[in-house]
Every structure is written in structure tokens, then in C-alpha cells.
């Protein structure tokens, strides 16, 4: 308590020094004029010396303070058309702005939504946000457009494996980045078991990516931030958008509810591979289910120039059945209510109620051996956030978030009475987490700019909840246990908290360059125990308890930031260190899946990565895109894992290049590319195999945990883009996309399998082929699979 009144205290005291000058303050939304939808980081600046100036926020709401005075006022955006208003500001004004569209050749050419000389102006580092007009000129695997496979392209971040959606930002396992859809969590962001997001571009309106510096106001992951927000819905004119794919089709239809004052978005899309295969003869392939399904939905209105409510939600499943013995199904569910709330022309509120779910479960129905499984994790959320605008140097924000967590693990059934699997369910774990946080951000002058943040976070694991005590006090395998501690409903079981300081600090060298340091310390009460790193729906995620205790991580950056040609081209590079505690890994044959006391197969240790990133965008003429290179390795040491010595962590890759190039040709044809290399991930292989009970069993020396490496990946990618000719009385308007994956069809080893080798051939099976007793090489020989060979696609795309 003494540490959350110190933290408010702190908020108040800075609040009333920031008051006490008086000046007159111009506040406003600014909007794009053809659908009403807010703009965000639009540029609003006023003719003094030097130009003070403030962007839009989230909501595209602005507020600048200036003495009393006449101004000459320039509102602009990317890809639209500047207004410029004169005003003689002798008392507090009302401007709400709409930029008109300059049209489709500009727009083609944009990589961000964002001022042109951000990259060095900007205070934020580590920091990366792409249109959806980009992403959706990319070339993708079955021509199925993803946010998450795009974000794979920047420095610093790094997949799982061949098309995969899991995120690795510098050194972080996946489960340590905060997923936002419209501030609500998103649990597993996958489709077809990691191979497609469950984000469908033509409802999203933003995407921003924190890799490091990330602001106070975000807390709970120790690496990154995808922060995704939803369209708002024309309010101008009834539209609609879709398109017909190789394996999916959408639609989005949006309109106003009320023109000027509501409007509405709803946006379907579903895959259908499972309608092709039961056109099969082949009862064992008909028989099969195999297809993803996702709906968003957003409604707002608008009550007053001070209020307006948002309400938003997104529900989407997969499902897998495999001839009627094995089913598998899961998905997520949000759904965000959100009050924007203009106090004064200085102070802007948005309060927001949030819920999110994550479900899976899976059948198996073989004879007597039949039960169903399922799972569920999920957290009903408050937070209220605050920004104060006091003058175009200093911007105040400040808030509390709160979280209750439910974990159900697991709840096994019998599907009949005949079933010899007896009904079981792992306990359920409950939480309270809460974070007070306040960003302080000053212009000191032309060249110093610095932001400073502090959160301070804390995590209740509560009942009902049974703790084992173990003998020696210490979970582990070996140790019995002497005691169990039964804890009543909203008991507190295990207390945590801690302060999380974040500094970001920008110097400008000249008008075309700057340089950028950053540090932040962030803690995460929640893990994921896995022995994949795909992120696979059966995950199983994990409180902070009386064991295990929460991650903590401290991250340092620096950067250099140069721009080129009139800001054509932007230049960046950023060498950083993260070290993190209490990092959790796997011991040797653990058993995660039906465990009760979680806490002995897992040990708990400290991880550390680095790496240089550089990154050369170009962003304005015919051709547009990047490249990127980044240098990184992570390591991990862990009591009882590869002797205590370092070893480094599965998903550590040396070298790792993006290259991502659009090329318009004119207003109607494009061509994207994208060139992907790195080199081969961390991986341990068995050194032999040996029989137990005449199986055939692996063997893995754990003395030596990944030392061994994968294949280097890399490939090449191709699209097309034909737009339907423009016509000013055309409604209807079409574009084709071609897509080409994998273009030199590269085989890259999607996983490696060791067999025996019986009279030196792979394939030999003694069982059916020769003797069974026939001898067999104890050195195993590997066997690879790959998924993609080189992969065609095409899109049919329209809006009216």
C-alpha cells in the first residue's frame, strides 16, 4: 500500500506542477474524410519558432496549448491531402479535422502511417509499425495474407519454423509478448496449428510492435508488445470488401449506424479445405475435418464532442477431426467495451472493460479408450488510462489496469460408459494481477527529448487452491511430499510485486540524424510450459505461485538514426542486451501435460541475449520496402540442465535477413518480394537409442542441451498485383493477386526424425522386411520432413 500511494502521489504532484501555467489550448479530432475513421499520429503543428506541434492519439484526438496569439495551423497525414487553419487564439478552441485522400498512387507507396522524418524526430526506439496496405502486398503462403508472418520480417524478430506465426523477439520466448486486440489479450494467435494468424487485415486498422523502450503503460511480458486495433466502421457511406482465396474467402461490410455520429464493422472469414476433402471416394480422407472459421465485429458512437463508446469483439475456432477417432478443436473469444471521456481540452480518458478466452479440447474415440479433454484459460480486465496535454513540450499519461485470471488446465471425461479412462481434472489456479503506471514525456529542447516511466505491478496468487509441501521445503522429483495446505476462496497464496522503471531519451545530431538510448525493466507473472517452441493451442500456461516465481527482465539499447534524401530513405541501427531471472525450463522427461504438482518438473534459472539490428527503408517512389540484418544470440543457464553450464536457448539464431520489396509499376500492376535467410536454429539430437520393454527408445545427452544445429533456412517469395481499371461512376472495384511461395522451391527441414539403421539402410523394418532379431547401428539416422515445396496462389479481391 505505502508503494501505491507513493506511485499516486507521484501522478498528483507532477499533475499540479504542470498547471501552473496558464495558456490557451486548441483540442480536436482529426479523420479521414471519406469514411470517418479517427486518424492515428496525424500531425498537428503550429507556425512558431521552432514549430510546436503535437499527433493524434489512438482515438485521433489532439490537444495543443500555445500563448495567446494568431497561428497559422497545418494538419497532415501520409497519404493525404495537408489543411491548413488560421486562428487567432485569444481563448480555447474546438478544431475537428477531416484529410481528404490523395488517391491510390500514393497510398501504394506508403510503408507507415506516419510522419516522414519519424525515424529520427520520434523518441520511441525499438518500435515498428506497418500499414495494412503493405502487409497486404506481400506474397504469402496459400496467398492468405498475415500480420504476424509480416512482423516476422523486421530486425530483431525471428519464427518458430517453415510458415509458422510464433513471434521471437531479441532473445524472448514466444509467450513473453503481450498480444493486444483492442487491449484485449490474445492467448494463442494461431490458426491451422500455427501456420495462419487469427488477425484478419481487413479488420484491423494499426499495427505497432515494441521490441524495446516499450511504455509504462503496457505490463505483463518481459520482451515485446503486438499492440492491433480494429477498424471503427465507415460513418460516411454503406461499404463492403472481400476477397476469394486458395484456401479462404472474407467479407467485411461497414456503415454508419447514425451518419457522422455511429458506425459499424463486421468482417467474416473461413477456410475450406474440409468442403474438398469430402468430395474424396476415400472414406479414411472424407471422413476428415480440417478448417478455421474467425468473426470481428466493432460498433461506436459518438454522444457528444466529450464522449464516445467503443464495442468490440472477436470469436474464432479451429477444428480438426481425423477419421472419427481424433478430434481436436480450439479458439479465442474477446470482447472490449471502451468510454472516451474528454475531461478538458488538456485531458483525454479511456476506460476500458475487457474479457478474453482461450479454449481447447480434443477427443479421442478408439474402442474402449475414449475420453474428451478440456482445457480453458481466461481474464476479465479493467483499466483506465489518462493523457494530459499540457503544452507541445511536456505530455502527462497515467492509469491503473487491473486482471483476474482463471486457469482450468484440464478436465478429462469418459465419452460412454464403456470407457476404461476414469473421469480426472488437474486443479484450477486463480489470480490477481494489477499495474499503476506514469510516462512523463519533455522536449528539453530542439535536440533533447526524453520520456521517463514508471509502473509499479503487483501478482496474487489466490484460492481455492490445494499447495503441497514438500519435504526440505524445495519441490522436486525426489522429494516427498509431507503436507498439503488447503487455501479457502480469494485466499492469498503467494505475494509478488515490483517497480518497473522505463527511459527512453532522444538526441538530435542534425536535422537528418539522431541518436537513441533506451532502458526498461519489465516482470511477467505468467509462463508457458511447453516442450515445443511453435506455440502449439495445448500449451499449458502457468501463474507465478509459492514456487514458481515471476520472470524479471532488464533490457538496455542504443541506436543511430539517419535519414537520406529528403527522408526517401531511412537508416537504423540498435545494438541491445537483455538479461532476465527466473527464467523456467524443462527438466530432462518432463511431464507437463497430466501433472498436479507442475512445480517438479520445471527449474527455474537466468537467460541472457544480444544482438545488433540494421535496417535501410525506403519509403517514398515506385519501389518501397526494406532490408534488414540482425546479428543475436540467447542463451540460457538453469540449475539441472546441461550440467549448470550456459547452453543456448532453443530458438536462438546467429544470422538472420529480410528483405521485402513492392514495385509499382503504374496505378494498375505491382509486384511484391520477399528474400528470407537465417541461419539454423538450436536443437538437440539424440546421440543413440536404446530398448526398453522392446521399444525403441531415443537418447539424448542432456549434458549438452542444443548443441546441435538445424539446416540454414531460407527462401524466396513472388506477387503480382492487378488492379481493375478506375472508373469515377465504378462502385465496384476488383484487384487479382498472384502468389508464388517458395519460388526456387527450397526444401528446409520443418523437423528431423531418428531411426535405427538396420544393415545400413534407413528404411529396413526387421519386423517386416527380415529377421526380427536382425542386429541394428546404435547410431541413429536422421530422416527430414519438409512441409512447403514451392507453392502457387491466387486471390480474388474486391470492395464496392
Known amino acids: ?28 479530432y482529426v479523420k479521414e474524410a471519406s469514411t470517418g475513421e479517427a486518424l492515428i499520429g496525424a500531425s498537428v503543428v503550429a ?26 495551423i497545418t494538419f497532415s497525414f501520409i497519404g493525404f491531402e495537408q489543411v491548413v487553419r488560421n486562428v487567432d487564439l485569444n481563448g480555447n478552441l474546438k478544431i475537428n479535422i477531416e484529410l481528404e ?55 530483431g524478430v525471428q519464427s518458430a519454423g517453415e510458415g509458422t506465426t510464433g513471434l521471437f523477439v531479441r532473445g524472448g520466448s514466444y509467450d513473453q509478448n503481450l498480444v493486444l486486440l483492442d487491449e484485449a489479450t490474445v492467448y494463442n494467435a494461431s490458426h491451422f496449428l500455427g501456420f495462419f494468424s487469427v488477425f484478419n487485415p481487413d479488420a484491423v486498422k494499426k499495427v505497432t510492435l515494441y521490441k524495446g523502450g516499450i511504455p509504462a503503460k503496457y505490463g505483463g511480458r518481459l520482451s515485446s508488445v503486438v499492440d492491433i486495433q480494429m477498424k471503427e466502421g465507415n460513418s460516411k457511406e454503406f461499404s463492403g470488401s472481400g476477397g476469394i482465396g486458395t484456401i479462404s474467402s472474407r467479407l467485411t461490410l461497414e456503415g454508419p449506424i447514425k451518419k457522422d455520429v455511429s458506425s459499424f464493422i463486421v468482417t467474416a472469414r473461413r477456410t475450406y479445405a474440409d468442403l474438398f476433402l469430402a468430395l474424396s471416394n476415400d472414406p479414411n480422407i472424407s ?23 467503443f464495442v468490440s469483439g472477436y470469436f474464432g475456432r479451429d477444428v ?66 489518462f493523457t494530459y496535454f499540457h503544452s507541445p513540450s511536456v505530455t502527462l499519461s497515467f492509469g491503473s489496469h487491473s486482471i483476474y485470471h482463471i486457469f482450468s488446465p484440464a478436465e478429462i471425461e469418459p465419452l460412454n460408459d464403456e470407457s476404461i479412462v476414469e473421469s480426472f481434472s488437474l486443479d484450477n489456479k486463480y489470480a490477481f494481477e494489477q499495474g499503476l503506471y506514469v510516462d512523463y514525456e519533455k522536449k528539453v529542447n530542439e535536440r533533447l527529448l526524453l520520456q521517463a516511466g514508471l509502473r509499479y505491478s503487483l501478482f496474487s496468487n489466490i484460492g481455492p487452491s490445494d499447495v503441497y509441501i514438500y519435504e526440505g521445503g524445495e519441490p522436486s522429483r525426489d522429494a516427498e511430499i509431507i503436507d498439503t495446505v488447503s487455501f479457502a476462496r480469494g485466499k492469498n497464496i503467494a505475494f509478488y510485486d515490483g517497480f518497473e522503471p522505463r527511459l527512453n531519451i532522444r538526441y538530435k545530431l542534425n536535422k537528418s540524424s539522431s541518436i537513441k538510448a533506451s532502458y526498461m525493466r519489465t516482470m511477467q507473472y505468467l509462463q508457458i510450459a511447453a516442450n515445443s517452441t511453435a506455440g502449439l493451442p495445448i500449451d499449458r500456461w502457468i501463474p507465478a505461485d509459492k514456487y514458481i516465481k515471476p520472470l524479471s527482465g532488464n533490457q538496455v539499447a542504443v541506436g543511430y538514426f539517419r535519414n537520406f534524401k529528403e527522408n526517401t530513405f531511412e537508416f537504423s541501427t540498435e545494438l541491445y ?53 540482425t546479428l543475436s ?60 520393454d522392446g521399444q525403441s527408445v531415443p537418447y539424448y545427452d542432456d549434458n549438452n542441451r542444443n548443441s546441435s544445429r538445424m ?40 523437423s528431423i526424425e531418428f531411426r535405427r539403421i538396420y544393415n545400413n539402410d534407413v528404411d529396413f523394418d526387421p519386423q517386416e522386411d527380415g529377421n526380427p532379431g536382425e542386429q541394428y547401428n546404435s547410431r541413429p539416422a536422421s530422416v527430414k520432413t519438409y512441409l512447403f515445396g514451392i507453392i502457387p496462389s491466387v486471390s480474388y479481391n474486391f470492395k464496392f
Not at 295 to 307: G, L, T
Not at 365 to 385: I, T
Not at 722 to 748: P, T, V
Open 711 to 750: 539446416p540454414d533456412y531460407h527462401r524466396l517469395d513472388l506477387s503480382l498485383t492487378l488492379n481493375g481499371k478506375e472508373k469515377s461512376d465504378r462502385k465496384w472495384e476488383s484487384f487479382w493477386n498472384f502468389s508464388i511461395y517458395n519460388l526456387y522451391s527450397r526444401k528446409n527441414p520443418f
Open 47 to 72: 507556425n512558431t519558432t521552432p514549430p510546436s506541434g503535437s499527433v493524434t492519439n489512438n482515438y485521433g484526438f489532439y490537444s495543443l496549448t500555445l500563448p495567446e496569439g494568431k497561428y497559422e
Open 287 to 309: 471422413n476428415n475435418k480440417l478448417y478455421f472459421y474467425d468473426f470481428n465485429a466493432k460498433a461506436n458512437y459518438r454522444f457528444s464532442e466529450k464522449d464516445q463508446i
Open 1 to 28: 500500500m505505502h508503494k501505491v500511494v507513493t506511485l499516486v502521489s507521484l501522478i498528483f504532484l507532477v499533475s499540479i506542477n504542470l498547471s501552473a501555467q496558464e495558456k490557451f489550448t486548441i483540442s480536436g
Open 101 to 155: 485522400d490523395v488517391g491510390r498512387e500514393l497510398e501504394e507507396v506508403v510503408v507507415t502511417g506516419k510522419r516522414e522524418d519519424e525515424n529520427v524526430e520520434d523518441i520511441s526506439m525499438s518500435k515498428e509499425e506497418l500499414s495494412i496496405e503493405k502487409i497486404k502486398a506481400m506474397p504469402a503462403l496459400f496467398g492468405e495474407v498475415d500480420i504476424v508472418k509480416s512482423l516476422q520480417m523486421l530486425p
Open 320 to 385: 480438426f477431426n481425423f477419421d472419427n477417432d481424433f478430434g481436436l478443436k480450439w479458439g479465442n473469444t474477446t470482447l472490449t467495451g471502451r468510454w472516451n471521456h474528454v475531461f478538458n481540452d488538456k485531458l483525454f480518458l479511456n476506460s476500458t472493460a475487457l474479457y478474453s478466452s482461450f479454449n481447447y479440447g480434443f477427443q479421442i474415440d478408439n474402442s474402449s479408450q475414449n475420453f474428451e479433454w478440456l482445457a480453458n484459460l481466461s481474464e476479465v480486465a479493467g483499466k483506465f488510462d
Open 577 to 629: 542486451y537483455k538479461h532476465m531471472e527466473n527464467v523456467i525450463d524443462l527438466l530432462p522427461e518432463a511431464d507437463v501435460f497430466l501433472s498436479n504438482n507442475i512445480e517438479t518438473e520445471l527449474a527455474a534459472g537466468r537467460g541472457w541475449a544480444y544482438g545488433l539490428e540494421f535496417q535501410m527503408k525506403k519509403q517514398k517512389g515506385a519501389t518501397t520496402g526494406w532490408l534488414s540484418y
Open 633 to 692: 544470440r540467447t542463451f540460457r543457464q538453469v540449475p539441472g540442465i546441461s550440467n549448470g553450464d550456459p547452453y543456448p536457448a532453443r530458438y536462438d539464431r546467429i544470422h538472420d535477413i529480410s528483405l521485402v520489396l513492392n514495385h509499382e509499376f503504374n496505378k494498375r500492376v505491382s509486384m511484391g518480394l520477399n528474400f528470407v535467410y537465417s541461419s539454423g536454429q538450436a536443437v538437440s539430437f539424440p546421440i543413440g537409442r536404446y530398448e526398453v
